[in-house]
């Protein structure tokens, strides 16, 4: 059984940071591409940042440079590192993991899901 549960969401002023957690179980972390998505209120959810097997990342335009994507293999444990923070970072962010070691953007293509943490950056 698959379990992904993300950690780490609050509230934050803009130009502060947080980071994400997201603890898993199985066999998901070390054989599997992995991604942090977002989804604010009437939005689509989106992919922020992606992590492949081995590690090549990717970002979305919107957070390149301000977020980063991290694994740490004896802890089974995925990072998401937001700095500079802005308002429309708020939403609620979610750890997925799919069955295959490429990055892809699609939500639909990814197979395990957590439960979501909220982040909120107020102005």
């Known amino acids: 059984q698959v379990q992904l549960v993300e950690s780490g969401g609050g509230l934050v002023q803009a130009g502060g940071s947080l980071r994400l957690s997201c603890a898993t179980s199985?066999?998901?972390?070390?054989?599997?591409?992995m991604g942090w998505f977002r989804q604010a209120p009437g939005k689509e959810r989106e992919l922020v940042a992606a992590i492949s097997i081995p590690t090549n990342t990717y970002y979305a335009d919107s957070v390149e440079g301000r977020f980063t994507i991290s694994r740490d293999n004896s802890k089974n444990t995925l990072y998401l590192q937001i700095n500079s923070m802005k308002p429309e970072d708020t939403a609620m962010y979610y750890c997925?993991?799919?069955?295959?070691?490429?990055?892809?953007?699609?939500?639909?293509?990814?197979?395990?899901w957590g439960q979501g943490t909220q982040v909120t950056v107020s102005s």
């Open positions: 997925a993991a799919r069955r295959g070691v490429a990055v892809t953007t699609k939500a639909a293509s990814y197979d395990y």
């Open positions: 199985g066999s998901v972390f070390t054989s599997n591409a």
